[in-house]
């Protein structure tokens, strides 16, 4: 089994299909939130592609320490902003994912905060997590989407505004 393959392959279709959502991204949201305790449109959507480069920093590192910097969020405000970092972010991770080899996935990768471990899995563990929170966010997304009435495009399938996905 080819790994790496399967890693990169399913980066790529999250990344278009990412694609699609963040080109409809309404700069006139940014201010969004259903509800208090969520996030803003803008910050989300920022999360999401931020992600996108969490397999090529976790391919070239050992941990992320909160406390200690090295993955700083970037201020974005504009689709444009957001899909210029949804490319530079899948670029580092396919560039990453393209030069490792099986044994780079078996390493620990840690989450820390001052030294105090909060999670820690495998490499090819803490990138399968990556994916998903890619498709978690990005579902989020979506609602926020749907609360405006704005069109979905499909994801793994159609939907209500695309049934001929």
Do not use: C
């Not at 949804?86 to 080899?101: M, P």
């Not at 490499?123 to 989407?145: C, D, E, P």
């Not at 499909?154 to 996905?165: I, K, L």
């Amino acid at each position: 089994m080819d790994t790496l393959k399967q890693l990169r392959d399913e980066l790529q279709t999250e990344y278009q299909t990412t694609k699609r959502f963040l080109e409809i991204y309404p700069d006139n949201k940014n201010d969004y939130r259903p509800h208090p305790k969520s996030m803003k449109m803008i910050h989300l959507a920022t999360h999401i592609t931020e992600v996108f480069g969490w397999a090529g920093f976790m391919l070239n590192s050992s941990e992320l320490d909160f406390a200690k910097g090295g993955m700083e969020t970037k201020v974005l405000l504009t689709k444009e902003d957001l899909l210029q970092v949804l490319d530079e972010n899948y670029n580092a991770s396919e560039e990453a994912l393209e030069k490792a080899n099986e044994q780079d996935l078996e390493p620990t990768w840690a989450l820390k905060n001052d030294g105090h471990e909060l999670a820690s899995w495998t490499k090819y563990a803490a990138i399968r997590h990556s994916l998903n929170q890619i498709t978690h966010h990005r579902a989020q997304l979506g609602v926020y989407y749907r609360l405006n009435d704005i069109e979905l495009p499909g994801s793994y399938g159609p939907t209500a505004d695309n049934p001929s996905f």
